[in-house]
């Protein structure tokens, strides 16, 4: 939406729910809007593609939501929105003592925040974000927090996914065209962090400094169709208009016998001036079959290095299929399936920019504590199911390694606590009492903190890394990943635990808040 | 994403995919950049949410496109990008001749629109826009184009499914926390044309000038408890501050032995004071059957008035699900479920504002005719499918109405043909030969154009309807669509047809394509 100064209070402080405003007039009445606490970001389950669960999420979005809470205040403008905000029977909304108050303070420069760094494997009811601040500005922050971590964390998450299936070939983010307005760029960096290489959105690939990617569509070749020239003719056009970056969409009218014959025409033409052809994309039928025949094709020709582009409603669960296809008829046509898979690249749209079949991440920004008499209260919402209570207080998130290097389990423990300290190490399962699982000293190669400090009192207090590091830190992770945590279906489930003493709290707080409410 | 200088490229003419300005570049070399051309912009298929496929669609999202066209032009800084971008052999990707002409031609101020208007009832394969413009600059519309109208529409489509499962009760959109940035503002706007009433999103609200709804969350109740208080005294607080405007969330502790009598106890003390209390909220556990139970309790203590809000990963079928339950429950304690269904409010977030279960609209804009030799020469994509090639030229869009006043089909004719002048009227299937309908003029009522002048060369020609104007379009349109085509499920298909001309050009163009690539 571009029409400024209409949609203007649309992605300021006013990007929020109108409950967190009605709650932060409350706490205000109650005098209790500055008061000290803690909210943590969690996600309560791994997103489900359409009953294909991931096994890990990689995490992704925090530079956005920083960059906003940094640059967002409230204006005369939002405050005017709120004056003038009635109820059905004509009684303002907001007051104008609180009006005053949010004029004052109404921005994120008294917020800190901590956070596990983009990139990084992340597990269920894990902080991702811990945000400490004044209670109305937190309750007011939630909705943009949520809306801002989010959908980052879904689309890195498939994108590494898909590259995983694609065993690791070039991949490429076509979606913005499918996005919610400009969130397509949110998905496009998040997709960069997770596993895309590139994308083929212009205008974020050169806000990051990536170059974007992409040749052409149908609409050339069928343009050259209707002013009465052939598909030759076009991909003539297009090689001279691009002789060292000549990928030729091959679909149009009929691949096998038409587009592909004429893409080796024309790249045998663009040999002899002495350039070298890029490739081809397939982006209808059978892809794997006909990536095969293409492949057969261009071989023989003698383009063996000739990339082959496939695009068209792909996901993770696609490629893996595809590749299996390809495993087993390219031996039929005399070609080692790894020289064929080698010269792949995918285009995958549609199903990375929307996280097609887990669209919404199942995450909640909760309060967990509360700063009182000079120390930390544990604060907890006792839900219907124990897995959904979140766990209070204030903690810390600690990743442990194997004896073989490989993470075997985040462990969440009280502020004051050491697992280092802890010899064996009970992990305590976070809702089953009856499961706990003990580790010696000796079986642990290493410990880490996962919460790193970003922003203190609204001051950056953290280095953003490059989508280059990112990427390097999510690879690292991944690489001491299990394999069977990273099964694309029905993977194993990685342990996320409680040391005892958290344990005991969270539990002592629910039969708190239990007897106190049968009163 | 906020930071305006990194991310000003994002949002702005370079908001496009890669392969539109290759192919401009090319269209530039060959002197056909400024060739007069048409695109249609049409979706093909009914989203189909998780197997239950609309049998409509609702139109949405012309007005933020319109307003980026008339906003946006290539800068400065987007040709520095461009200039920047090195091909992997470090050839420049964009000569300067190019830039140069981008320059000065790269903005909207030469296209011309024709849409169909917002809140209307729109069918597949029918042109929802019409672009005409010079080539180059179509061909780099196509992305933001898809971009701003596939999303709003599957969003203001799901909207009404739901308004239509809730039997027209007050519809609420909560989603901006499960949206892909500030597409949720999009999404929002889309969902107020479709079916909502109201909006918890703040910001775009206010830009629309409706007011935002809600009250408080969970974590209002958990901080009363944190700071040793009760759910009693969270209410009360709440209600003293809110007394003409109170609905309480009930199920934070335990919705039927806590929450609601809680509630009671505060209405009775508000209703005391003179006020009126507003109602009280759902959102976890069997939300059918606490609403029958909660009713009771409500009706019991005098408060047959009081609101019940229900919430938690509502959508259609979910609402459709509860309705039934409570016709089935609410009779065995006494009341006549009609009168629960009249105090029910929906509030309806992830699964509306991602349009869950179909997430992406299968839409596509597609080149359909070449301005030559003073007319219009169509042009087509000969698709492996005949379903999927688009129908080519310059065309009218018409609405047919029975003698009963219902719609019964939408008719593309060729720009120069009134099917007001055929009798009978010959309706030929888009791609299936041996499907004819015939209508006597004696059983039609009345024929519609459905597209209308919104930009000529850039100007705006077309007075915006206020939303209130949009949804009575929407709701004239779905008065006059016959109710199997209003199913949730299975709903019978409406027609879409060619008139015979139009038809037999296609196919002559189909054979024309295929014998040409077959030299």
């Known amino acids: 939406m571009t029409n400024q100064k209409k949609y203007a209070p649309a992605e300021g402080f006013l990007f929020t729910d109108q409950y967190q405003l009605t709650m932060a007039q409350l706490y205000f009445r109650l005098g209790l809007h500055e008061q000290h606490v803690q909210f943590d970001h969690i996600f309560r389950k791994y997103p489900d593609y359409d009953h294909a669960a991931a096994g890990y999420c990689i995490n992704a979005g925090l530079e956005s939501l920083v960059d906003w809470l940094r640059n967002t205040h409230i204006t005369e403008h939002d405050i005017d929105c709120l004056r003038g905000h009635c109820g059905p029977g004509g009684d303002r909304m907001f007051q104008d003592d609180f009006l005053d108050w949010l004029r004052q303070e109404g921005h994120y420069r008294k917020i800190s925040l901590r956070a596990i760094p983009e990139g990084r494997v992340v597990h269920p009811n894990v902080p991702l974000t811990v945000v400490h601040g004044p209670l109305a500005i937190c309750q007011i922050l939630e909705t943009s927090l949520l809306n801002h971590l989010n959908y980052p964390i879904l689309v890195a998450t498939k994108a590494s996914r898909v590259q995983h299936a ?30 895309a290489d590139y994308t083929s959105n212009v205008g974020i690939s050169h806000a990051l400094g990536y170059p974007p990617k992409g040749t052409h569509a149908h609409s050339m070749v069928q343009l050259f169709l209707a002013l009465g020239m052939t598909e030759l003719d076009a991909f003539r056009a297009y090689a001279k208009a691009y002789p060292d970056n000549c990928i030729l969409l091959v679909d149009t009218v009929d691949t ?64 893996w299929q595809i590749l299996e296809q390809i495993d087993e008829e390219a031996p039929r046509v005399g070609i080692d399936p790894e020289t064929i898979v080698n010269r792949l690249v995918y285009g995958v749209g549609t199903k990375l920019i929307t996280s097609w079949g ?24 006792v839900s219907e199911s124990i897995e959904k209570t979140p766990n209070p207080g204030y903690k810390n998130a600690w990743r442990i390694y194997d004896d073989r290097g490989y993470a075997t389990a985040d462990v969440l423990s009280m502020g004051d606590e050491d697992p280092g300290d802890m010899d064996p190490l009970v992990l305590r399962h976070p809702s089953d009492e009856s499961r706990t699982r003990t580790l010696n000293t000796s079986g642990i190669s ?51 635990s409680l040391t005892p003493r958290l344990w005991e709290m969270k539990q002592r707080l629910i039969r708190l808040t239990k007897e106190k409410e049968k009163k």
């Not at 694609?166 to 596993?195: C, D, T």
């Not at 887990?358 to 919402?381: M, N, R, T």
């Not at 991944?478 to 099964?487: A, E, F, H, I």
Request: aromatic letters at 6%; a neutral charge; proline letters at 4%.
């Open 166 to 195: 694609g065993r690791n070939r070039p991949l490429l983010e076509f979606g913005i065209r499918r996005a919610q307005g400009f969130g397509g760029n949110v998905g496009a960096r998040a997709a960069l962090i997770g596993g």
């Open 256 to 319: 096998l016998n038409s587009g592909v014959p004429n893409a080796i025409k024309v790249f045998e033409e663009l040999r002899k001036e002495g350039h070298d052809p890029r490739g081809i994309r397939l982006d209808s039928g059978d892809l794997a079959f006909l990536t095969v025949q293409a492949a057969k094709m261009l071989d023989d020709a003698g383009f063996t290095d000739a990339a082959i582009v496939l695009s068209n409603e792909l996901d993770e669960m696609v490629i």
């Open 358 to 381: 887990a669209p919404a991440l199942s995450a909640a920004f909760k309060l967990v504590g509360v700063y009182k008499d000079s120390e930390w209260q544990p604060a907890i919402k």
């Open 446 to 496: 290493n410990m880490e903190l996962l919460l790193v400090d970003v922003m203190q009192q609204g001051k950056l207090v953290y280095d953003w890394p490059s989508i280059e590091q990112i990427r390097e830190v999510k690879n690292k992770d991944l690489g001491r990943l299990d394999t069977g945590v990273k099964r694309l279906v029905n993977p194993h489930v990685y342990h996320v």
